[in-house]
């Protein structure tokens, strides 16, 4: 099984900065796209943001010019890094990755078990 532990989640201040991480663990063969997603109270689930096997990346035009998302492919392990976070980004963040356990499985998609990130004085 994969598993994907998640940890950096915390209260701040609006004006602050966090960094998630992701790390995916277990019987991996390779992956494909990580991401993060955030679900607020009452909200549907959205795209944050992902980063390919090769660097590529996308952002949500809410998070763009303040989020930085990364990937170390050695260590399976993929960041977040928010800078002047608002009130807005409260929500629980979760962790997606899309992996084959292995090189004749499928492709799967994979998620943790969130992590909470509150931002207010």
């Known amino acids: 099984q994969v598993q994907l532990v998640e940890s950096g989640g915390g209260l701040v201040q609006p004006g602050g900065s966090l960094r998630l991480s992701c790390a995916a663990s277990?019987?991996?063969?390779?992956?494909?796209?990580m991401g993060w997603y955030r679900q607020a109270p009452g909200q549907q689930r959205k795209l944050v943001a992902y980063i390919t096997s090769g660097g590529s990346t996308y952002y949500a035009d809410s998070v763009k010019g303040r989020f930085t998302i990364s990937r170390d492919n050695a260590n399976n392990t993929m960041y977040l890094q928010m800078n002047s976070l608002k009130p807005e980004d409260t929500a629980v963040y979760y962790c997606?990755?899309?992996?084959?356990?292995?090189?004749?499985?499928?492709?799967?998609?994979?998620w943790g078990q969130g992590t909470q990130v509150t931002v207010s004085s």
């Open positions: 277990g019987r991996i063969f390779s992956i494909n796209r």
């Open positions: 997606n990755v899309e992996a084959r356990r292995y090189a004749w499985s499928s492709w799967d998609d994979y």
